[in-house]
């Protein structure tokens, strides 16, 4: 049982869900800032359980939808698509179970996340195929991960949103779009000649592993710009403070390996470090959320 449920959770790499989670949590606590973060349990539960379904549903889909390429490269022929270790009619199935989960608790949080859940579902699946036509697909995988911090804050506030949390919750989508435009095209360089071969598309691939790297940090300095306009705009203090000034040296050193080790090294820049900037964020937040400011500078 146990295997099963490493081998199932291996082939949506479930332990990837800390990039966008704690983003999605992060926007949930502000959301519902007026009662210290916290939106009650079922609504805490079922922006749990969107979160879980749409992401396994997304990499169901991208599984399937790359399994001839996945086979072809060295890198990824072992996955379990390619390899048989999990059946085509098995992944279908999950996909679309999962995919059905996910507009069921968007149904049960309130109507805007119901009539606005497959408009995400299709919009987080479409990534899987932009590699197809388009350099800029880690734009589009952006998006799609802004949608679970945008997704979350409308689980709390519905309709009623004002127009300074608009305006927060597109900064923060807009920063976690940057964010992953950066380590995305890090991630990418692990494949540059294998999709410059094949034709397949992406800023790596457009642009050469130097100035593609150029861009990633261009675009992870915005983001840092981003995030401390959204913490400005959300009255944060020392908290959020602390947390960004870990944000912005954990991406430091994340570049630094990109560039100065070899491309072993790569999965050490996108895991370990981006998994600690999306909980680093989440801590920050929620120090100053549950205090209410309560940590101020002197």
């Not at 981003?226 to 870990?246: N, S, T």
Request: proline share 3%; hydrophobic share 60%.
């Amino acid at each position: 049982m146990l295997a099963t449920i490493r081998q199932w959770g291996g082939f949506v790499r479930f332990s990837h869900t800390v990039f966008a989670l704690p983003f999605a949590l992060a926007a949930m606590a502000v959301a519902a800032r007026e009662n210290r973060g916290w939106p009650g349990w079922r609504t805490f539960g079922l922006i749990i359980a969107a979160m879980v379904c749409a992401r396994t549903c997304a990499m169901a889909f991208n599984r399937i939808a790359d399994r001839e390429f996945d086979a072809q490269n060295p890198r990824t022929a072992n996955r379990h698509l390619p390899a048989g270790q999990i059946s085509l009619s098995s992944a279908m199935t999950l996909c679309m179970l999962t995919g059905i989960g996910f507009i069921l608790a968007a149904f049960l949080i309130n109507p805007i996340c119901f009539w606005l859940s497959p408009v995400a579902l299709a919009a987080i699946c479409f990534y899987s195929l932009t590699k197809r036509f388009t350099d800029f697909t880690h734009v589009y995988l952006g998006i799609a991960l802004a949608l679970a911090p945008v997704g979350a804050w409308l689980a709390v506030k519905g309709v009623n949103v004002s127009m300074l949390e608009a305006v927060q919750m597109v900064i923060l989508a807009a920063a976690v779009i940057l964010w992953l435009v950066g380590f995305d095209i890090i991630y990418a360089l692990q494949d540059y000649e294998f999709d410059r071969k094949r034709g397949l598309h992406s800023l790596v691939v457009r642009w050469g592993p130097q100035n593609a790297l150029t861009a990633a940090f261009l675009a992870h300095m915005v983001m840092c710009g981003l995030l401390l306009i959204f913490g400005l705009l959300c009255r944060f203090r020392l908290a959020f403070l602390v947390g960004w000034f870990l944000i912005a040296g954990c991406l430091t050193l994340e570049h630094w390996i990109a560039r100065r080790r070899s491309l072993n090294w790569v999965n050490l820049a996108f895991f370990r470090l981006n998994a600690v900037i999306s909980l680093v964020f989440l801590a920050a937040v929620l120090a100053e959320v549950v205090f209410k400011g309560g940590f101020r500078l002197r």
